[in-house]
């Protein structure tokens, strides 16, 4: 079965410091995977998204994810964080298992705090 | 552009009453439509997907039921809510280019539901 794990509940980061927000990934085949943002009681947004290609991804608002087939990880990052980067960000993973329904499996989320 | 509309963003209701949640799509034709729900401000869980008129896959047992009466129009509904049925429901479709899918979703809102 395909899975996706974030195993930080939240990350803490001084503004201007970079960060790493962890996601590490379990499917057969090659993986399709994905970065989202969610500010409060808001739908979540698109980031950035690895299929195919080189493994560093770039992104809106300044994020990149690298993809590492060896470890199965996609973790997101970016080189100064923003007090406004303070959101849920949730990773996710493309389900294959059924077919070609394009059905995403989500991480549990990651919360970043950037403090100021 | 493509775009997506959810309705109403807040209801409050009570046990027993019936639900009704709206989303459609704009800019696209013949997208795959979700309903994922939200708990807890965390991870996500599908609820149902289409990839076409009149095709519901629901992917747990609930108390909800879904139907797409046309082709950019996607409905939530239950006809005696559940306490338990409160949470943060988000409508999304799958991005297409030039009649392809290009791997991610795009969220609409969200719509928060009380059940009291």
């Known amino acids: 079965a395909q899975s996706v794990a974030q195993p930080e509940d939240q990350v803490n980061v001084a503004e201007g410091n970079p960060l790493t927000v962890k996601c590490t990934y379990s499917?057969?085949?090659?993986?399709?995977l994905f970065w989202y943002v969610q500010y409060p009681n808001r739908g979540l947004q698109f980031l950035l998204k690895?299929?195919?290609?080189?493994?560093l991804v770039k992104g809106s608002y300044g994020f990149e994810a690298e993809f590492n087939k060896s470890q199965t990880s996609f973790h997101l990052k970016k080189p100064s964080a923003l007090v406004s980067d303070s959101a849920l960000y949730f990773c996710?993973?493309?389900?294959f298992g059924s077919g070609n329904t394009g059905k995403l499996i989500f991480g549990q989320g990651t919360t970043l705090q950037v403090k100021p | 552009s493509q775009t997506i509309h959810q309705w109403p963003a807040t209801l409050v209701q009570p046990v027993g009453s019936p639900l009704s949640l709206e989303c459609t799509v704009e800019?696209?034709?013949?997208?795959?439509l979700y309903w994922y729900r939200q708990a807890a401000g965390r991870g996500l869980q599908l609820l149902f997907y289409?990839?076409?008129?009149?095709?519901i896959s629901s992917e747990v047992p609930q108390n909800l039921s879904a139907s797409r009466p046309q082709d950019r129009q996607f409905i939530l509904s239950s006809k005696k809510l559940l306490l338990s049925d409160s949470g943060f429901y988000l409508c999304?479709?799958?991005?297409?280019?030039?009649?392809?899918?290009?791997?991610?979703?795009?969220f609409g809102e969200g719509s928060r539901l009380t059940v009291l």
């Open positions: 996710a993973v493309r389900d």
């Open positions: 289409s990839v076409g008129i009149g095709q």
């Open positions: 800019g696209t034709s013949n997208p795959n």
């Open positions: 690895y299929i195919t290609g080189d493994n």
């Open positions: 999304a479709f799958s991005s297409l280019a030039g009649g392809w899918e290009t791997g991610e979703l795009f």
């Open positions: 499917v057969s085949g090659n993986p399709y």
